[in-house]
């Protein structure tokens, strides 16, 4: 499998490494591209014929107003996007956890008046506590 089968470049800010996640089942599937950075995400569905080919049966793409990772200590968790205007509550709890509790992950947020995303809190390569204390 080459690199550019599970990365896309993102159609809002331009990070050129959108996750793509696929999923399988019967004569169907589907794709989502989601960039960790901003949020954007595309979600497409598929049909497969039995000659192997395809056809798209659903398209959507959502403007992304942010993206989070959340990992609880001993755990694993996805990346998530918003793609509305996150609640004060939604985003203090993720602080919270983040800050306070000993989350790994971080926390972006765009700005539509900037048009770009910024970091508010962790860091995307927090997966791991280096000193091995949590």
Same mark, same amino acid.
């Given at each position: 499998?080459?690199?550019?089968?599970?990365?896309?470049?993102?159609?809002?800010?331009?990070?050129?490494?959108?996750?793509?996640?696929?999923?399988?089942?019967?004569?169907?599937?589907?794709? *989502?591209?989601?960039?960790?950075?901003?949020?954007?995400?595309?979600?497409?569905?598929? *049909?497969?014929?039995?000659?192997?080919?395809?056809?798209?049966?659903?398209?959507?793409?959502?403007?992304?107003?942010?993206?989070? *990772?959340?990992?609880?200590?001993?755990?694993?968790?996805?990346?998530?996007?918003?793609?509305?205007?996150?609640?004060?509550?939604?985003?203090?709890?993720?602080?919270?956890?983040?800050?306070?509790?000993?989350?790994?992950?971080? %926390?972006? %947020?765009?700005?539509?008046?900037?048009?770009?995303?910024?970091?508010?809190?962790?860091?995307?390569?927090?997966?791991?506590?280096?000193?091995?204390? *949590?």
């Amino acid at each position: 499998m080459k690199l550019a089968e599970i990365h896309a470049h993102c159609g809002q800010c331009g990070f050129n490494y959108s996750r793509i996640d696929t999923e399988v089942w019967g004569h169907f599937s589907s794709r *989502r591209v989601m960039c960790p950075i901003c949020g954007w995400t595309v979600y497409e569905e598929y *049909r497969w014929d039995g000659d192997g080919s395809s056809s798209l049966m659903k398209r959507s793409e959502s403007q992304g107003f942010g993206a989070y *990772r959340l990992i609880p200590p001993g755990g694993y968790t996805g990346y998530n996007a918003f793609h509305s205007e996150p609640d004060p509550e939604v985003l203090d709890n993720i602080k919270d956890l983040l800050t306070v509790k000993g989350w790994k992950g971080y %926390l972006s %947020l765009w700005s539509s008046k900037e048009k770009k995303a910024f970091l508010v809190t962790g860091h995307p390569l927090n997966k791991f506590d280096i000193n091995g204390t *949590r």
